[in-house]
């Protein structure tokens, strides 16, 4: 399969250009707008750079294509590949706001479009382990979620040549944009047949004062009473790959799910308690994704996360953001 990567420079893609490496494709165009940072991804593939992504796909042809970029920019992109009638994967979120996705989900219906968008808890241990006490009748019904993910500083991004993150203008918002939303997905699929009628959010500036936020709640209620908080933040002092916080806690009518940081725990309301180690390095996931991505493709199956999921969360990423500059809770 040839496969073309769009704006390499993005932070994520070292994850696909390693896990691509791996794998039987053939990588036949690398484009970014840094022209170094593109000549320094195709030599290791051995194709050509380009600055310019409709040039390089109109010269690689490729069969499907990894797309990065800069938020603002990413709906064009994808418009682009849309109109050129080639399957792609394009990092979360797609764009600055629900607005900015909502002609895309039109453009997928029409064209009927293969677009995968990398909600990669959807691979995760903890996704198995939840669908394995479904299976077995064990989970019983949600009651109340917490999510706590805390990612290095905001210097990383620079140094990762992804500055632009801390542009609003460029990224729409910083932690809640950029790391809830894989939460806000999980929190979604939880509460399946549950609507959020809800969400109150506060965003803060405090530790490191910068444009955008640096540490973030959302907190999603139902109207029967379920309560899913988001914590994310840059807030862990170390930039080293790895080194971060996750902590997941559900609440269920038939028992209580603990994660932290690779610990696994399950408590029933029977008395029986399961412990293990499990794997909580988001990196870890993104070959999961890559693989069956692709995998989905050519057996002709819908992606694990379409343009549509991704709006659904960015519906909420808005209502977030609505919910910190008006200081009060939004109601949807």
């Given at each position: 399969?040839?496969?073309?990567?769009?704006?390499?420079s993005h932070w994520h893609a070292t994850l696909y250009i390693d896990a691509l490496a791996s794998m039987d494709v053939r990588i036949v165009g690398v484009s970014d707008q840094n022209?170094?940072?593109?000549?320094?991804?195709?030599?290791?593939?051995?194709?050509?750079?380009?600055?310019?992504?409709?040039?390089?796909?109109?010269?690689?042809?490729?069969?499907?294509?990894?797309?990065?970029?800069?938020?603002?920019?990413?709906?064009?992109?994808?418009?682009?590949?849309?109109?050129?009638?080639?399957?792609?994967?394009?990092?979360?979120?797609?764009?600055?706001?629900?607005?900015?996705?909502?002609?895309?989900?039109?453009?997928?219906?029409?064209?009927?479009?293969?677009?995968?968008?990398?909600?990669?808890?959807?691979?995760?241990?903890?996704?198995?382990?939840?669908?394995?006490?479904?299976?077995?009748?064990?989970?019983?019904?949600?009651?109340?979620?917490?999510?706590?993910?805390?990612?290095?500083?905001?210097?990383?991004?620079?140094?990762?040549?992804?500055?632009?993150?801390?542009?609003?203008?460029?990224?729409?918002?910083?932690?809640?944009?950029?790391?809830?939303?894989?939460?806000?997905?999980?929190?979604?699929?939880?509460?399946?047949?549950?609507?959020?009628?809800?969400?109150?959010?506060?965003?803060?500036?405090?530790?490191?004062?910068?444009?955008?936020?640096?540490?973030?709640?959302?907190?999603?209620?139902?109207?029967?009473?379920?309560?899913?908080?988001?914590?994310?933040?840059?807030?862990?002092?170390?930039?080293?790959?790895?080194?971060?916080?996750?902590?997941?806690?559900?609440?269920?009518?038939?028992?209580?799910?603990?994660?932290?940081?690779?610990?696994?725990?399950?408590?029933?309301?029977?008395?029986s308690r399961v412990e293990k180690k499990i794997d909580t390095d988001t990196d870890n996931f993104y070959p999961i994704f890559i693989r069956k991505t692709l995998d989905d493709l050519v057996a002709g199956n819908r992606p694990s996360a379409s343009v549509g999921e991704m709006f659904k969360v960015m519906k909420l990423i808005d209502a977030a953001f609505r919910?910190?500059?008006?200081?009060?809770?939004?109601?949807?």
């Amino acid at each position: 399969m040839k496969i073309a990567l769009i704006e390499a420079s993005h932070w994520h893609a070292t994850l696909y250009i390693d896990a691509l490496a791996s794998m039987d494709v053939r990588i036949v165009g690398v484009s970014d707008q840094n022209p170094v940072v593109a000549a320094r991804v195709a030599a290791r593939f051995g194709c050509k750079a380009s600055v310019d992504y409709k040039d390089m796909l109109t010269e690689a042809r490729p069969d499907f294509v990894f797309a990065f970029g800069r938020h603002r920019d990413m709906p064009a992109i994808a418009a682009h590949l849309i109109k050129q009638k080639i399957p792609f994967a394009m990092e979360k979120p797609m764009g600055r706001s629900a607005s900015e996705i909502e002609a895309l989900c039109a453009a997928v219906e029409i064209e009927n479009a293969f677009i995968a968008v990398p909600f990669v808890f959807r691979h995760s241990p903890i996704q198995a382990m939840l669908d394995e006490l479904k299976s077995a009748g064990e989970f019983g019904d949600l009651t109340n979620a917490y999510f706590r993910f805390i990612a290095g500083p905001p210097s990383r991004y620079p140094k990762a040549d992804s500055a632009w993150l801390l542009d609003p203008e460029e990224s729409g918002g910083g932690c809640t944009i950029n790391l809830a939303v894989h939460f806000l997905d999980f929190s979604l699929r939880l509460l399946e047949a549950n609507s959020v009628s809800r969400v109150y959010a506060v965003p803060s500036h405090r530790k490191y004062g910068i444009a955008v936020e640096d540490f973030s709640t959302v907190v999603l209620s139902t109207n029967d009473g379920v309560v899913c908080t988001v914590e994310t933040g840059y807030a862990y002092p170390q930039d080293k790959a790895h080194l971060r916080h996750f902590e997941c806690c559900l609440t269920t009518t038939k028992g209580y799910m603990e994660i932290r940081d690779g610990e696994y725990a399950w408590a029933s309301h029977d008395g029986s308690r399961v412990e293990k180690k499990i794997d909580t390095d988001t990196d870890n996931f993104y070959p999961i994704f890559i693989r069956k991505t692709l995998d989905d493709l050519v057996a002709g199956n819908r992606p694990s996360a379409s343009v549509g999921e991704m709006f659904k969360v960015m519906k909420l990423i808005d209502a977030a953001f609505r919910s910190g500059r008006e200081r009060q809770v939004v109601v949807l």
